[in-house]
C-alpha cells in the first residue's frame, strides 16, 4: 500500500510551516504579489487566445479543465485579472503590496461598466485614499465611492443600494458574537432605538454603560419578537418546538427542535411561561404518533386582564410597557403552577429571562404588590400600574 501522505515530504518544508506570526504576516504578503503577477499573466494569456488551441471554448474553460478550477473560482481569477490589466494605478499597487487581495476583491465592486471611464481617472486617488485601510474600512470607502460615481454617472441603472451586513458565531460558551457594518440611514435608526431602548435605574444601577447597551439590544430583540406582523396579531408567542423529557420537566432542559441544539435550564423555563405549545406524542421508540394541536399557555383573554392590572413590567424598578413583556408563572408552570389571574404576572422579556435564571421568588402582598426575593434575602417591591379590576376575574367557562 502506498499512502498519499508521506510525513518526511512536511519535514523538508519545516522551516516554512514552523513560523512567527511575523514571519506568517511576511509569507502572506510575498504570496499576495505573486498572486498579482498570476492574475496579470492571466489577462495575458486570455488576451492572446492561446487558450483555444486545443479546442476551449472560453478562458474559464480552460482554467475549469487546465489548472482543476471550479467555475466560480475561475470567474474569480478572471475578474480580478481584468482590473488589474484595465487599471495600471491598482495593478501597481497589486504588485508592490501596497493594496491587499482583499482591497483589491472591494476595488472589483466599483469595477462597473458605467463607472469605467470615472474609474479610470480617479483610479490613483482612490488607491490612495484606501492604501492605509483594512478590509472593512476599505469595503465602506468603496460603497461611498460607487454611490458618489452613481450621482455622477448619468444612466438609467438603478443607484446603487447602501450596503448592511451582520456576520455572527457563537463561541464555545454559547454567546453570540459579532460584527456589523451599516450604511448612514442604518446608523441613524440603530442609534435612534439604542437610546430609546437603553434603560437606567438611577442610583441602584450597577451595569456600566457597555452591559445597558447590550441590555437594550437584548429589549429591541425581544420586542420585535413580541410585536412583528409575522401572522396579524399584536403579541407573538414563540411557537415553541422543543424536545422535552416528561421525567426532567421539574429542572427542564430541552432541545431546540429547530437547531437541535440544548437549550439551557432558566432559558427553557421562561419560554414555557408563555407560548404556544406543539404536543408530538411519541412512541417508545420515539417515532412521532401524532401531533396534537397548538395550545397557548395562556389564553389570550386572561393575558389582557392581567396586563390591565400590571400595566407592563412588574420587575421592581422597570418601565416597559406591556409590548415588552410576556406572563411570568409565579409559581413556575413546569412545577405544576396553574394558569390563572393570581398566578401570573407580566415580566419583559429581559427580567422573565433573569427570574428564571437566578430562580428569584415572586409573591404578592397586599393588593397586587409584587415582593421579589433574592437568593440573597434581599426583597424589593413593585406596586400594579395600570387599573386593577374591582373584583377578580373569574375563569370562563369552558
Ligand atoms: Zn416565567
Ligand atoms: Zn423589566
Redesign the pocket.
Known amino acids: 500500500m502506498c499512502s498519499i501522505v508521506d510525513m518526511e515530504v512536511l519535514d523538508r518544508f519545516a522551516d516554512q510551516i514552523l513560523v512567527t506570526p511575523t514571519e506568517l504576516a511576511a509569507c502572506w504578503a510575498e504570496l499576495e504579489q505573486q498572486l498579482a503577477v498570476f492574475a496579470l499573466a492571466v489577462a495575458h494569456v486570455e488576451g492572446g487566445g492561446a487558450w483555444a488551441d486545443d479546442g476551449s471554448v472560453t478562458m474559464r474553460a480552460w482554467m475549469r479543465t487546465h489548472l482543476r478550477m471550479s467555475d466560480i473560482d475561475a470567474g474569480v481569477w478572471l475578474r480580478r485579472a481584468g482590473l488589474l490589466n484595465r487599471y495600471d494605478a491598482f495593478a501597481e499597487c497589486a504588485v508592490t503590496g501596497a493594496l491587499s487581495s482583499s482591497q483589491l476583491r472591494e476595488l472589483e465592486r466599483c469595477d462597473r461598466r458605467k463607472y469605467r471611464r470615472l474609474l479610470g481617472e480617479l483610479q490613483e486617488d482612490l488607491a490612495a485614499d484606501i492604501a492605509d485601510l483594512d478590509a472593512a474600512q476599505t469595503a465602506l470607502a468603496c460603497d461611498l465611492w460607487r454611490q458618489r460615481a452613481g450621482a455622477l454617472v448619468d444612466d438609467d441603472e438603478p443607484a446603487v443600494e447602501p450596503r448592511r451586513t451582520l456576520n455572527t458565531a457563537v463561541a464555545g460558551d454559547g454567546h453570540l458574537l459579532g460584527r456589523f457594518s451599516l450604511d448612514p440611514a442604518g446608523r441613524f435608526e440603530f442609534e435612534t432605538a439604542i437610546d430609546n431602548a437603553v ?1 437606567w435605574h438611577g442610583k441602584q444601577e450597577t451595569r456600566t454603560a457597555e452591559e445597558r447597551r447590550g441590555d437594550a439590544l437584548f429589549d429591541i430583540v425581544a420586542f420585535f419578537n413580541l410585536n412583528h406582523a409575522g401572522n396579524g396579531t399584536p403579541r407573538h408567542h414563540p411557537h415553541l418546538s422543543m424536545s422535552m423529557d416528561i421525567t426532567t420537566l421539574d429542572a427542564p432542559s430541552a432541545v431546540n427542535d429547530q437547531t437541535g441544539e440544548l437549550i439551557d435550564t432558566g432559558c427553557a423555563g421562561t419560554k414555557l411561561c408563555d407560548c404556544i405549545i406543539h404536543t408530538i406524542l411519541r412512541a417508545p421508540d420515539g417515532t412521532p404518533l401524532s401531533f396534537g394541536r397548538a395550545t397557548y399557555t395562556v389564553p389570550r383573554h386572561l393575558f389582557k386582564q392581567v396586563a390591565a392590572r400590571d400595566g ?4 421592581p ?4 410597557p406591556v409590548k ?2 410576556e406572563a411570568h408563572h409565579i409559581h413556575w408552570w413546569e412545577h405544576h403552577g396553574t394558569t390563572d389571574y393570581p398566578n401570573l404576572a407580566l ?6 429571562h433573569l427570574v428564571h435564571r437566578i430562580d428569584l421568588r415572586l409573591e404578592w402582598i397586599n393588593n397586587w404588590d409584587l415582593q421579589i426575593t433574592w437568593p440573597d434575602g434581599t426583597q424589593r417591591v413593585s406596586q400594579p400600574r395600570g387599573a386593577p379590576p374591582t373584583r377578580r376575574p373569574q375563569p370562563r367557562a369552558a
Do not use: P
Open positions: 434603560t407592563g413590567c412588574r420587575f424598578g422597570c418601565s416597559r415588552f413583556t415580566l419583559c422579556s429581559r427580567h422573565h
